[in-house]
């Protein structure tokens, strides 16, 4: 169930109430999807298409001393094999570390244009035929010969060897320091120096990468699975080596990003290659196991984490040390102890990231980059503070909450991180969890509850749209935003139906191509607000043009209005006491409709984020039973109570935070890819091996909005949601994993094996 | 996938004979296993001999009073089936623990019997693998083996049967029941239909190539309180981390009589008739259900990341034969 509460001292009630924004309408988008008829990127129906299937590399490093293709070529259907030695030429790959932060996501991404090896499964060869199994059969007759280099993996064994990278991902300062962190950390009362260790783990959605790319002349259509179009249609342009203007991106319906599809991979260049050279539209889609090597993952890290307290509970020193693998041919630093800035007081703090190159592909932005894995060990860390301190965990965070941000020394913008401790305490029942470890059975079953707190920064990315009325009322917004599963296409037509007040019938938008106004895109927890601002404001200035033409056109009914502040509701427009139906209104004085544009900045050129500390926050709570017998563990609840601004629509809200919950679950205990450092490849790269979590691991989940209004961050008053439930609820399950048996694991996931070295010898 | 050639069998006795005649040949049934091997190239028939519509989906009565599961009888029917669910609740709690209703709507009895092995190494032609290719090694040794067998495997292969079907098979006695190329019938005790890797793990059955399984027979329900029980790394779609298919007869507070398989831990559904032996006559307490814990992992090997799977699988049987006594 979802709630909204009024705890909020923020919440502008008036402004929010009866308002289509918020309602928990259902997707706009739902019919066509259950009923099959929202057309993915594989799905996408041209004649003459052919079909390509990539062959990995059998090694993780090293180079290809001879690729026979003679037999594949030979299968019936086969049109090209095209490996290194015939690929049409590419720019090469470049340095390891672009020179500004969004090169990354339109560098050159050169597939088959080497003999090197640089990561195992990486493409040697792309086999086109007239159908998929002729070419996936052909891939398979392919002979490769390599000379193999020994490649590194390990990363616990060569901290040491560790550097300091120029900045972290999405452009953060590498390191922060303020006061005397050793000073007061070896003088602290009391301590935790504690660490923690998070695995390989892979986004998985559910829709592999899939392309299929259509040349018309000089010019490419790419029908493909993207998050962020621009940065496809930039990183493609790059790579072919034509202007952008020359490559089209289409992207209606995307089955999950989760940081996959930010930018271009294999499938997409070699599409368009294919494409290009057989004068045919060409399709290629990665199989679930080639995903593992070839679509990002999230490295392996190591985290210490040290906490220095006086005994009253109020932290004098904050200590948050990341080591992470990274690819040496292309650097990626995820941010993990950036929100360990914002998150609690003390006067005395240090973060720092390191990396260790491996044999390994970049990794990419997996769902909350940063958070996601700092927060697992950061929040358990606070849990074994308060427990040295004899302290409710929940009472050690309220302590130490700041009433600035704590290295930036701005304001919050909002900040309900207590209150939403205390409403999930209350709802939660947390007075009945008992802070002695291993106190509640229930026969075989060890009952534990645990907590931790959420903070997701608020971002706003560049964004423009545009939208249009015809002479009939009818809307249609278009930008190149994409609806990722996330609820855009049903939270943008409810902004422009809001706006200009009309029922949400009457609204079209149509998002995913790059024809399209520019957006941020899907990314970051930004999409909302800032597509959803961009559309805002071009639904007000179209609104105003529509007031000068009904002002001034001799056919309007309104002409000559006085100045009062038009009220645009129910379909009609009033002024002062005249008021018109809409349509009639455009009917008579724009028969071809009447359109405008809207655009917001990118959030850190204004200055609102420059004064602001602009966070999403929220508070998780769990319950778990654990075996005592064979340490299965398993979920009973859990509650989530989320302060995020104004929540666009409470229904598809909710479906995201539950989202977040449930890979925080997947993080906490289960969710590992397993590299196998004698071959540099991830073992269990499929979908039976790689646990995500089912249903049977879910049960009963709740989600709580606090009612909040966030005038900082945007003209909506909303912030980044949608990677705000995996923010610490994994840390939540594993402080209740600790609560029901007393064992402290620090190596995710908490597999059963990790528990039972410490379970009593069975009692029965 | 490499192509291949494609017949639907008239009757059981042609499906024999024709896969009898090419030795690259395979019959098919739901094909939730070889399909997706077939794909990978692991498996590359060069004809499939289709079985599925063969009239062999009844579960009929047997005049001994047990059940002759007809081969082609899917999972989620035999799962379903009421005197299954009455008579041998432990098959059909072990059926619905496996796969996802998807996969069991489609796979069939005998093709669970014949499933092979989810060993990440076996299912990756880039490693060796003795299963796979024979003489080329076992990557699994000295590798990721954290699901891998710690009884019953050699230095060839430690690789599992993964069915929970076939476990619960084992501690019922089941008999299967096949046709041979020739026409004529044999019946192999379950416990003899798997064999063990030694120095051939790629030959993994007792059946010749083209005999075709027809029917499990079950026969008449073991006296006492069977339990299924499964332990694997999350709620659903896992395969076991160890399995325990336990039948506790008792008499006053007395063991009666006892069956004890386990699953995920070996080449094939394990039967430990030591620990039977333990448990007969035993007094129904803790300390029995551990010396048949222990007798049961006698022997047991671990490879590294599988050593957990001994305490695992003691606790295991230890929980299972308690929950057993208490509705015995």
Known sequence: MTEMTTSSPESRSSETRNSLIGRPIGRVDGPLKVTGRATYAYEHAVNEAAYGYILGAAIAKGRIVEIDS????????????????????????????????????????????????????????????????????????????????????????????????????????????????????????????????????????????????????????????????????????????????????????????????????????????????????????????????????????????????GRDGRLTSIGHDVWSATSGFEEFCEQTAVFTRSLYAAPNRLTRHRLVPVDLNRGEWMRSPGEAPGMLAFECAMDELAERLDLDPIELRIRNEPTEDPERGVPFSTRNLV????????????????????????????????????????????AAAKVAIDATGRVTAHLDMTDIGTGTYTILSQIAAESLGVPIAAIKIELGDSRFPRTAGSGGSWGASSAGSALHHACSALKERIMEAARSDDRSPLRGADAAEPIFVGGEVSVGNRTVSLADLIGRIAPDGIEATGSVAAGRNTESYRTYSQHSYGAHFAEVAVDSDTGEIRMRRMLSVIGAGRILNAKTARSQILGGMTWGIGAALMEETVLDPRYGHFVNHDLAEYHVPVNGDVMEMEVVFLEEYDDKANPLGAKGLGELGVCGSGAAIANAVYNATGLRVREFPITLDKLLPGLPASAI | MQPFTYERAGNVQAAAAAVATRPEAKF?????????????????????????????????????????????????????????????????????????????????????????????????????????????????????????????????????????????????????????????????????????????????????HGEMITAVTLPPSPPGRQVYRKVRDRASYAFALVSVAAVVEKSGDRIRGARLAIGGVAPKPWRTREAEYVLVGAADSGSAFSEAAESALAGAVGRGGNDFKIPLAKRAIRQTLAVAVEGA
């Open chain 1, 70 to 309: 003679a037999e594949a070529e030979r299968v019936p259907g086969v049109l090209h094999v095209m490996t290194y030695r015939n690929a049409p030429a590419q720019p090469e790959f470049g340095p390891a570390v672009t020179p500004t932060v969004p090169e990354v996501f339109t560098r050159a991404r050169p597939v088959l244009n080497s003999s090197r090896v640089r990561f195992y499964d990486e493409p040697v060869a792309l086999v086109v035929a007239e159908t998929f199994e002729a070419a996936r059969a052909a891939a398979g007759l392919i002979r490769v010969r390599y000379e193999e280099e020994g490649g590194v993996f390990d990363l616990p064994a060569r901290l040491a060897d560790a550097y300091a990278p120029g900045r972290t991902n999405a452009g953060f300062e590498t390191d922060s320091a303020t006061g005397d962190f050793d000073g007061a950390f070896a003088a602290a009362s009391v301590k935790v120096d504690a660490t923690y260790r998070t695995p390989y783990e892979h986004h998985n959605p559910m829709e592999p990468h899939a392309t299929l790319a259509v040349w018309s002349g000089d010019e490419v259509t790419i029908y493909t699975s993207a998050q962020t179009l621009a940065n496809f249609q930039a990183g493609l342009a790059s790579t072919l080596g034509i202007p952008r203007e020359r490559v089209r991106i289409v992207s209606p319906f995307i089955g999950g990003g989760f940081g996959a599809k930010l930018i271009v991979h294999a499938d997409t260049v070699l599409a368009a290659l294919a494409a290009r050279v057989l004068r045919r539209p060409v399709k290629v889609a990665l199989t679930r196991q080639q995903m593992f090597a070839n679509a990002g993952h999230r490295a392996e890290m190591v985290q210490q984490v040290r906490l220095g307290a």
């Open chain 1, 419 to 462: 209150a939403c401790m205390q409403e999930g305490a209350r709802r939660f029942g947390w007075e009945r969890r008992n802070p002695t470890p291993r106190r509640i059975r229930e026969g075989r079953r060890l009952i534990g509850y645990g907590m931790a707190a959420a903070i997701r920064p608020n971002y706003i990315g560049a």
């Open chain 2, 28 to 208: 098919i049934s739901g094909g939730t296993n070889l399909l997706d091997l077939m794909k990978l190239e692991i498996e590359r028939p060069t004809h499939l001999v289709d079985i599925s519509r063969l009239p062999l989906d009844r579960i009929e009565e047997t005049p001994e009073g047990g059940l002759r599961i007809g081969a082609q009888v899917r999972n989620s029917d035999l799962a379903a089936d009421p005197r299954v669910r009455s008579r041998y609740p432990m098959l059909s709690q072990a059926l619905l623990a496996g796969a996802s209703g998807q996969i069991r709507n489609k796979a069939s009895t005998a093709g669970n019997l014949l499933q092979r092995t989810r060993c990440s190494y076996f299912y990756n032609r880039n490693m060796p693998c003795n299963k796979r290719e024979p003489g080329s090694g076992c990557a699994a040794l000295e590798g990721f083996n954290r699901m891998h067998a710690v009884l019953g495997a050699s230095e060839a292969c430690i690789a599992v049967h993964p069915s929970d079907m076939a476990v619960a098979m084992t501690a019922l006695d089941a008999q299967v029941e096949t046709t041979l190329p020739d026409g004529k019938a044999r019946t192999i005790a379950i416990g003899d239909l798997h064999r063990l890797p030694d120095s051939t793990p790629h030959v993994e059955t007792a059946l010749g």
